[in-house]
């Protein structure tokens, strides 16, 4: 029986704080406003949200220091994940 598409999930699956660490890589926060951004250790964001938080979500919690209010919009950041 040949396979089907429609058997399978296409449900995109986030990379979590735990498969940064296996792959032996790290964080940067950047600001999608200004670009000012900085790595932030593995370590502290394991130890603040665990290691089965998403990465996608990471930058609702992060205020961007360069650009911190442009036109009143408190600006937020995306988590990138940058191989060693």
Not at 3 to 31: E, F, G, W
Not at 36 to 54: C, M, N, Q, T, W
Not at 62 to 72: E, L, R
Request: charge should be positive; hydrophobic fraction near 30%.
């Amino acid at each position: 029986m040949p396979c089907r598409m429609d058997q399978y999930s296409k449900t995109y699956v986030p990379a979590t704080l735990q498969n940064v660490l296996d792959h032996n890589n790290r964080i940067h926060i950047c600001c999608d406003q200004c670009g000012h951004g900085k790595p932030v250790p593995l370590s502290d964001l394991i130890e603040r949200f665990g290691a089965d938080y998403p990465v996608p979500d990471l930058g609702q919690h992060f205020t961007c220091a360069g650009c911190i209010m442009v036109d009143g919009i408190v600006r937020r950041g995306s988590a990138r994940i940058i191989s060693r």
